[in-house]
């Protein structure tokens, strides 16, 4: 059975540090890992796509990585802001189109 | 580029009733997905549907049904609604085959509220 886990559930980090989420699988036989982020009571942002072919996937302040083999990915911010304060989600895609998400990381950026 | 609509923003239901949700996929994307999100089980995946076929299906009851149109748009149906069916009810478009078929895009939800 696929399952996904993120840790930590929460996260409350000082402006301007860099960190890092965590998103394990337990079925390596993934097809991609797409990361979002949902502010409170919204719906879901794509923030990046890593196919199982490549290992990461950059944009902006963002880096996402995959490592099949360990089952697990992480999710670099750099240089956080408030405005990243959000929860966010890592969702492993696998055969016929099925999506199984985590329960998400919570993270609150103080100014 | 238009996103993912989806309406009711907002619906309050009573027990026993049925309701039903809409979403338009962004255009030229033929795949919609289901999704419920509850505090206490996070987002649990419903069903999808591509080129008007379901193509997959979650471990909902047989309560929870949806149908697509030919202009890829989706409804969602709740029959008999019950308290533990409050939920944010999203739903994610992909182009659905191809390269980057994979890739989702979720729209704002609708949030039932069962009394």
């Known amino acids: 059975k696929q399952e996904v886990t993120q840790i930590p559930a929460a996260l409350s980090v000082p402006e301007g540090e860099n960190l890092v989420l965590n998103c394990s699988f337990t079925?390596?036989?993934?097809?991609?890992l797409q990361w979002f982020r949902q502010d409170p009571g919204k719906g879901l942002t794509s923030l990046l796509l890593?196919?199982?072919?490549?290992r990461e996937q950059t944009s902006g302040r963002l880096n996402a990585s995959l490592d099949k083999s360990s089952g697990r990915s992480t999710l670099y911010i750099a240089a956080s802001q408030p405005g990243d304060s959000a929860t966010y989600l890592c969702?492993?895609?696998?055969?016929?189109?099925?999506?199984?998400f985590g329960s998400g990381t919570k993270l609150n950026v103080k100014p | 580029k238009a996103g993912v609509t989806q309406t009711p923003r907002y619906l309050i239901k009573t027990r026993g009733q049925q309701v039903t949700l809409s979403c338009s996929p962004i255009?030229?994307?033929?795949?919609v997905s289901w999704y419920q999100q509850t505090p206490g089980q996070g987002l649990q995946f419903l069903f999808e549907?591509?080129?008007?076929?379901?193509?997959n299906k979650g471990n909902f009851p047989g309560r929870f049904s949806g149908r697509q149109f030919s202009n890829s748009r989706s409804e969602m149906n709740v029959s008999t609604l019950e308290l533990g069916d409050s939920a944010l009810y999203l739903c994610?478009?992909?182009?659905?085959?191809?390269?980057?078929?994979?890739?989702?895009?979720f729209g704002p939800g609708t949030r039932l509220t069962v009394l």
């Open positions: 994610a478009s992909s182009p659905g085959q191809g390269q980057g078929y994979n890739e989702q895009f």
């Open positions: 079925d390596s036989a993934i097809y991609n």
């Open positions: 890593i196919q199982s072919s490549q």
């Open positions: 969702a492993g895609r696998y055969n016929f189109n099925k999506f199984y």
């Open positions: 255009s030229g994307h033929r795949s």
């Open positions: 549907y591509f080129s008007e076929t379901q193509r």
